[in-house]
């Protein structure tokens, strides 16, 4: 990659241009911190708590037990999974064994999930021992290549008492019955040796972990990231990154070695959440709280506040919807919040307000950042003080990254500062390539002045100061609560309803999710549906942040000459009844 310097006067000065030395494997970054604080706390789940050297030893039993199970380098091993202690120890592990994780959203149906599995040609699958997660599970690996399940049970998890307790009373989560011949985890970590396999990792070249996302297309693809992409992203955070950790000495980089605790509420199979909390955590040697369900308690969001108030966690990697719910909790004002110092912001726009109340509730700073699922994802960051951030925009990008904007009708063309287009992005982060899809990665890749250049499909520009700011969005991707959703893939779902014979889904604006889900439905001749009987369809077919809100049905909904349906009409006539 040609190296420029990204032209601002803004650029803070104490910040490198490039980051150098982050050609590694990504479980370099457990055994550095299990080598130099072996006895400080890594995962902490309701009041338990995991050493860096403890979280070792499991991950290199695992990557023993897979070795010994025939997972060979390069092999896929899906992760199927909330925020659990299990999650590090098991990703670590699969990447020791020079396997690849492959993340799977814990909230999808069997549908989904098999898709997922098969599209991956996963070998092995670790799931929690729940009744739906398992369940779900157990029917989703029909007709797969997985010779292997592992329940994740969190008894041996939970401090002793409370395992005690809830193992008494029934409430600590389990499956109704097990399948013959699925294991346990807590037996095989037992009973393997604490001997990973040798592996010879090539850190740009070998795939880590598979992120499946709807890309331009909505078809679900997934994205090969590699160790590097992860291990240059995590080292760019933390070069980028200058927060006010004491007062007499002013911003500097993130303290190491136990200073920090992270607030895990990004889930862990996205690539926000495992770069930005758990990679990032491990990096500094920091604690990493396990939130399986942010949004728990009465009204929802109660226990994590709780567990702010208990565990002082000083950093909070979130979307904007989670800053929303912060900051208008009913009982915000019970609960002490003043431990948290910096928050990362990303996955889709943070309202200027919301920043401000948050930081004036917390007394946090909160930095803005952009990336998608394809740049693992960090892309860009505003300046992480007041002085210098430009709140509204996504900032400066990483060091080392090149970003820029280029013509919507011709690709190669870079148009010039205050201009808008579609931004591409070149660096260490960009992914290697969707996983089978050729086809995909000739759309999306664009050779320029010689570089490799990703195109996001998001529409922006840069202002004369340097910072980049998203105008609009070239996809039709709808963001709710900062996840990614697809029209074409609810589509395709809801067309499998025998009753539907033309569907629309676009997003529209939404208070609490910044956008939801809304389907336009023309029904089949003679057939009648209702609201809540589509909405029990679309419960049993995918995943909660997917399923349409709102659900209109119509007599027609708009095409084009080619028959091709007009979305953009639709969202159109919603924006035009909010004004």
């Given at each position: 990659m040609n190296e420029t310097i990204w032209e601002t006067p803004f650029w803070p000065e104490e910040v490198a241009r490039t980051v150098t030395d982050y050609h590694f494997p990504v479980f370099k970054f457990l055994d550095d911190a299990a080598l130099n604080y072996p006895d400080n706390i890594f995962t902490l789940f309701n009041g338990a708590t995991k050493t860096y050297s403890q979280v070792k030893d499991t991950a290199d039993r695992i990557a023993n037990f897979l070795a010994g199970k025939g997972i060979k380098q390069g092999d896929k091993v899906a992760i199927f999974l909330p925020n659990l202690p299990h999650f590090p120890e098991i990703l670590f592990g699969i990447l020791k064994a020079g396997a690849v994780c492959v993340n799977c959203n814990p909230v999808y149906t069997a549908t989904e999930l098999n898709y997922q599995l098969n599209d991956s040609e996963s070998k092995m699958v670790f799931c929690m021992d729940h009744p739906l997660f398992y369940d779900n599970t157990v029917k989703a690996i029909k007709n797969t290549?997985?010779?292997?399940?592992?329940?994740?049970?969190?008894?041996?998890?939970?401090?002793?008492?409370?395992?005690?307790?809830?193992?008494?009373?029934?409430?600590?989560?389990?499956?109704?019955?097990?399948?013959?011949?699925?294991?346990?985890?807590?037996?095989?970590?037992?009973?393997?040796?604490?001997?990973?396999?040798?592996?010879?990792?090539?850190?740009?070249?070998?795939?880590?972990?598979?992120?499946?996302?709807?890309?331009?297309?909505?078809?679900?693809?997934?994205?090969?990231?590699?160790?590097?992409?992860?291990?240059?992203?995590?080292?760019?955070?933390?070069?980028?990154?200058?927060?006010?950790?004491?007062?007499?000495?002013?911003?500097?980089?993130?303290?190491?070695?136990?200073?920090?605790?992270?607030?895990?509420?990004?889930?862990?199979?996205?690539?926000?959440?495992?770069?930005?909390?758990?990679?990032?955590?491990?990096?500094?040697?920091?604690?990493?709280?396990?939130?399986?369900?942010?949004?728990?308690?009465?009204?929802?969001?109660?226990?994590?506040?709780?567990?702010?108030?208990?565990?002082?966690?000083?950093?909070?990697?979130?979307?904007?919807?989670?800053?929303?719910?912060?900051?208008?909790?009913a009982h915000l004002n019970q609960y002490d919040l003043s431990s948290l110092m910096a928050c990362f912001s990303g996955g889709a726009p943070l309202p200027p307000e919301v920043c401000r109340q948050f930081e004036e509730k917390t007394g946090a700073i909160i930095f803005e950042g952009y990336g998608l699922t394809e740049t693992t994802p960090v892309v860009t960051s505003n300046p992480t003080n007041r002085e210098t951030r430009k709140i509204g925009s996504i900032g400066f990008p990483l060091p080392g990254t090149m970003v820029k904007i280029v013509g919507l009708e011709d690709d190669t063309r870079e148009l010039p500062r205050g201009e808008d287009g579609e931004i591409a992005v070149c660096g260490p982060q960009v992914m290697k390539g969707y996983w089978k899809r050729p086809d995909a990665n000739e759309e999306v890749f664009r050779l320029i002045d010689g570089d490799r250049y990703f195109l996001t499909g998001d529409i922006g520009h840069i202002d004369e100061d340097g910072y980049i700011t998203i105008t609009d969005r070239k996809k039709d991707m709808i963001i709710v609560g900062g996840f990614n959703v697809y029209p074409r893939d609810v589509e395709d779902i809801l067309y499998t309803n025998p009753k539907v014979e033309l569907v629309a889904v676009v997003g529209v604006p939404d208070d609490r999710s910044g956008e939801s889900v809304k389907a336009f439905i023309k029904l089949k001749a003679g057939q009648s549906a209702t609201f809540e009987e589509i909405q029990a369809f679309c419960k049993e077919n995918m995943a909660g942040y997917k399923r349409p809100r709102q659900i209109e049905f119509r007599d027609e909904i708009p095409i084009s000459n080619v028959g091709k349906v007009l979305r953009r009409v639709l969202r159109d006539e919603e924006l035009a009844m909010e004004k």
């Open positions: 290549q997985i010779e292997t399940v592992v329940v994740c049970n969190i008894k041996s998890y939970l401090p002793k008492f409370k395992a005690f307790l809830g193992g008494l009373l029934g409430k600590i989560p389990k499956a109704a019955k097990h399948e013959p011949g699925h294991l346990m985890f807590d037996e095989v970590v037992a009973a393997a040796s604490p001997a990973p396999p040798s592996v010879d990792i090539n850190p740009q070249e070998d795939t880590a972990v598979m992120l499946y996302t709807g890309g331009t297309t909505g078809v679900p693809k997934g994205a090969e990231l590699s160790h590097t992409n992860f291990t240059y992203d995590v080292m760019g955070l933390y070069e980028s990154g200058r927060i006010v950790q004491d007062e007499a000495r002013g911003a500097e980089q993130f303290y190491t070695g136990g200073y920090h605790t992270f607030l895990g509420v990004l889930p862990w199979y996205h690539s926000f959440g495992i770069t930005c909390a758990l990679l990032f955590a491990t990096m500094t040697g920091s604690k990493l709280i396990c939130i399986p369900d942010p949004r728990a308690g009465t009204p929802p969001f109660t226990e994590v506040l709780k567990t702010v108030q208990q565990h002082k966690p000083t950093v909070m990697p979130a979307v904007p919807t989670i800053f929303v719910a912060f900051a208008n909790h």
